[in-house]
């Protein structure tokens, strides 16, 4: 019988079927389209750039496997990228790409030339023109289904829940969402925005990165068209705007966002901000941006603790259809603490490795990959053991250090205590002075100016913070 890209797709599925579990599968193989043969190269249909990404960065082996079983060893798989089109309702854009032919577990990272029309490209719409569709850059696959709650979250999720529920219409408004690397930022962010679109698809949704929106003011800037460039912004129902901690220096674009910000408040349209800290110990930032900043809510994601951890994981193995005993869960979630990124890392890793060494999963190999994620993630160093060092440097005790004495050597060590607790911890400036002698904010950041005056004035006190941070850093 003569194959057609229709008969080796399906014969394809079938093994694909019975090699991974049947979420993974509807997820992930349910949508593909088979579009053409030609020789030994068939060409497939996914919907998104990420749907290609994720099929080359978890199934490209078993792809591959299923590919050589119907087209022999000389087996291509192309894929054909259908994106929606930015700008009109024309047909859907399209961009062929062939499947990665290095190492299945390390995809090959490719260009992809239609990129440009996927990201905004501000096409600076009239005031009284009728609004044209609008990307929403949204990742579909970010979405509130498949974010764990937890203790660290609650507060973060909850608020995120009602602002999707009721864009513009909560006290929630803006909704920063800050906290440290990997904990779920980004995350929650597309999640309000997914949920948004679902529940009013005529509402203008837009994500956007602060270093992207301060491109764009550049570019408007340069050719003259910063009035249009606003006018734009201000059509936005629902915006969001990722790391708005970048925008720190940034005169002129924080000049920019303050208006829109205005606009879009003052109209009820909903602002979204994420950031790696709270409004309070943002610097360089205009008090008058900070203060709106502060308008609506500022919910903290924390770390999660270890039952959110075992969550983590099961939902993140659910997701890709693979099974893991209870007690290797147990064990990365026992040791690996500090984000998700970190925790759906080390799944990754036990997935590629066992699947390239063929090998099952054990306690051993969970052992050998997470001690490598531990030595290879920088040891953040905790406010208590800093106050210990700091301390003992000065010979003195916690408390004493901690009192609220202002002889001048108690001081400074104090004042060490809190630029190095700002310097090698993630926590706020508020935690930070909580911690060391129930301090403000205020005094946490007036040490900090102190300690960098004296570091680079007094020959001595620069021997201190040398001294010190071999001792925390070692």
Known sequence: ??????????????????????QAYKTWFEPIKPIKLSGEALTIQVPSKFFYEWLEEHYIKLLRVALVRQL????????????????????????????????????????????????????????????????????????????????SNRLARSASMAVANKPGGTSFNPLLIYGGVGLGKTHLAHAIGVEIKDKYPDKTVLYISSEKFTQQFIDSVKSNTRNDFIHFYQMIDVLIIDDVQFLSGKAGTQDVFFHIFNHLHQNGKQVILTSDKAPVDMQDIEQRLLSRFKWGLSAELQAPDYETRISILQNKLFRDGVEMPEEIVEYIAKNIKSNVRELEGVIISMIAQASFNRKEFTIELAK???????????????????????????????????????????VQARQLAMYFAKRLT?????????????????????????????????????????????????
């Open 368 to 410: 050998q990959i997470v001690d490598k994620f531990v030595k290879n993630t920088k040891k953040e160093v905790s406010i208590e053991y800093i106050q210990k060092v700091v301390s003992k440097y000065f010979d003195m005790d916690v408390a004493t250090l901690q009192s609220k004495t202002r002889k001048r050597h108690i």
């Open 72 to 151: 022999g060893n000389d087996a291509k798989l192309i894929y054909d990228v259908r994106m929606e089109n930015t700008y009109s309702s024309n047909s859907p854009q399209t961009v062929k790409i062939p499947s990665s032919n290095r190492n299945p577990l390390k995809p090959q990272k490719v260009s992809v030339p239609i990129e440009s029309k996927r990201e905004l490209k501000n096409p600076f719409i009239i005031p009284g023109l009728q609004k044209v569709k609008i990307e929403s850059q949204l990742n579909p696959n970010y979405n509130f289904a498949n974010f764990v709650e937890g203790d």
């Open 1 to 22: 019988m003569t194959k057609t890209a229709e008969t080796v797709w399906m014969e394809c599925l079938s093994f694909i079927k019975d090699n991974i579990k049947p």
């Open 426 to 474: 993630k926590s706020s400036l508020a935690s930070i002075g909580s911690q060391i002698g129930q301090r403000d904010h205020a005094t946490v950041l007036h040490a900090c100016k102190t300690v960098d005056n004296l570091t680079e004035t007094d020959k001595q006190f620069r021997k201190y913070v040398d001294d010190l941070l071999k001792k925390l850093t070692l």
